[in-house]
């Protein structure tokens, strides 16, 4: 039996999630952005594991149109890892309709508590709904999470050895269906947020596309020294850099590869994130996120 974990990662969390399960289950790990440009995604493998970070309480856009290209899902065991600042929402169920549209079914989804790396709105009488804040944990907290990672992906690992069924975790149900129910992310969800990211149109884009417009909130202040490493680290090419200087294309994921990964954290989102703290995963170098 053969394994192939899929993953997507800005900061480094579901790589290192997803390099614990390969190594546990003997597996072969793929970046998720190296291979959703291709029209069908084909693989050998028994076993498909999909490990992503948790956007807008949802699925990223990127993992969708991956799935959307993967090919005889019907006999295949797959399983799913999301990790989030948070919790995991609804996305894995959502990952399960996406999954079932191709013909396959989940069989497994689990969700693991990661250190938090978005940024959150500052609710500031002045320059309402355009400061952000990182939030920061102290590292006694950010070890705990990792610790609590290790021994949750043994337990993960065993029951994917197992080809064990029927585990689907999701956190704050009731008022993410009720959120469903009433079509507040296509209305309301969606109007805020590409409010917040100073996106002054309009567009038809569903709310999860819609989040490649939030790059409007993104800049490079006087620290950037035309280094290109926002260009590069940029999972799908969203960064161009003129005169030295980056420029988004508005085909954003909002993994803020770009915002942590500048090595004179000289992008900012908003008006309030100048001089705040970055991150990344510990056990992930510039290097990985650039292979």
């Known amino acids: 039996m053969t394994a192939a974990i899929y993953y997507f990662s800005g900061t480094g969390n579901s790589l290192v999630v997803a390099r614990s399960i390969a190594d546990q289950i003997g597996g072969e790990v793929m970046p998720i952005a190296s291979l959703v440009s291709k029209e069908c995604i084909e693989t050998d493998s028994d076993v498909i594991g999909l490990v992503f970070p948790v956007y807008n309480q949802g699925v990223p856009y990127i993992v969708k149109r ?56 500052v609710f500031a009488v002045k320059d309402f709904l355009k400061k952000f804040t990182f939030r920061e944990i102290s590292p006694e907290e950010q070890n705990k999470l990792y610790s609590d990672c290790e021994s949750k992906l043994e337990r993960i690992c065993q029951f994917v050895d197992g080809r064990s069924e029927g585990v689907i975790e999701t956190s704050s149900a009731p008022m993410e269906h009720l959120i469903d129910f009433l079509n507040l992310r296509e209305t309301l969800q969606k109007t805020v947020w590409l409010k917040i990211a100073g996106f002054e149109g309009t567009t038809t884009l569903s709310f999860q596309e819609s989040m490649q417009l939030m790059d409007y909130g993104f800049y490079s202040d006087e620290k950037c020294s035309s280094c290109g490493i926002c260009s590069r680290v940029c999972p799908v090419g969203n960064i161009k850099l003129d005169e030295g200087k980056p420029i988004w294309q508005h085909r954003c994921e909002q993994c803020f590869a770009c915002f942590h990964w500048c090595p004179k954290t000289a992008i900012q989102f908003g008006c309030n994130t100048a001089g705040r703290k970055r991150y990344h995963h510990p056990y992930v170098d510039l290097s990985d996120m650039l292979e």
């Open 66 to 121: 991956f799935i959307d290209r993967l090919m005889d899902l019907e006999k295949k065991y797959i399983f799913a890892v999301c990790t989030s600042g948070s919790g995991p929402y609804l996305s894995l169920e959502y990952l399960d309709r996406m999954v079932r549209s191709k013909n396959g079914k989940l069989a497994a989804g689990f969700a693991i508590r990661m250190p938090y790396n978005y940024v959150s709105p």
